[in-house]
């Protein structure tokens, strides 16, 4: 069974460019949440979709959005890059219920330079 | 907002040595998972909790969830140089969604 796959690991891009960032679940699993993980803040909740909804939104500004596909794939994006987005951006695939068991992709490394 | 708090927030042991990790909220959470996760890869689920007292054994790895379901521990036994990573408890919540509130994570070095 394929677990999550996150795409690409690594990016490098100026400050004031957008990134985008891929995330395929595993089958079957049709919530996909996304965190940013930094060595002062640790793991942070940005957004959580299911069935193409998004459901929930952490505390980030707009800057940060995303997307959900029919397939369950999704997509985060980052518009105007700050120095302080530079992290490990990690998505979290499950069946999307209450107790449900969440698997991490690798993660995606962000530098902001 | 709902917090976890983990302790310690470092830990360097020698190989043998046993260790507890504690998780600690003032809110109440439907569930609470713990990871490890290795330098520069995503978190790896260890375990699922979900009921007030609910022990859990892994092989040299033991989870209990507090009684109100606001806490959380992790003992390992024996500790060996694979246990070494970031241990991060996460707190399962969120009506009609699916959200987790990780810990700040613990930092476990063990040393041969």
């Known amino acids: 069974k394929a677990g999550v796959t996150q795409t690409p690991r690594y990016l490098i891009k100026t400050r004031g460019q957008q990134v985008t960032l891929s995330c395929s679940p595993i089958?079957?699993?049709?919530?996909v949440s996304w965190y940013q993980q930094t060595p002062g803040q640790g793991l942070q909740f940005l957004f959580e979709y299911f069935s193409e909804t998004q459901r929930n939104k952490g505390n980030f500004p707009g800057r940060f959005s995303g997307r959900q596909f029919s397939n369950s794939r999704s997509e985060m994006n980052v518009s105007t890059l700050e120095l302080g987005d530079s992290a490990l951006y990690l998505c979290?695939?499950?069946?999307?219920?209450?107790?449900?068991?969440?698997?991490f992709g690798q993660g995606t490394r962000l530098t902001v330079v | 907002t709902q917090l976890l708090e983990q302790s310690p927030q470092f830990l360097s042991i020698q190989e043998g040595e046993n260790l507890t990790v504690y998780c600690n909220s003032s809110?109440?959470?439907?569930?609470l998972q713990w990871y490890r996760q290795e330098p520069g890869e995503g978190p790896v689920l260890l375990v699922t909790?979900?009921?007030?007292?609910e022990v859990k054994k892994l092989k040299r790895l033991t989870f209990q969830f507090g009684d109100a379901r606001k806490d959380s521990s992790l003992h390992i036994t024996a500790a060996q140089p694979g246990d070494t990573g970031l241990y991060l408890c996460?707190?399962?919540?969120?009506?009609?969604?699916?959200?987790?509130?990780f810990g700040k994570g613990t930092k476990l070095s063990v040393i041969p």
């Open positions: 979290a695939s499950s069946r999307g219920g209450l107790n449900t068991e969440a698997f």
């Open positions: 809110s109440v959470f439907s569930s």
């Open positions: 089958s079957g699993h049709r919530s």
């Open positions: 909790v979900v009921t007030g007292g």
């Open positions: 996460a707190g399962g919540s969120g009506a009609g969604s699916y959200q987790l509130t």
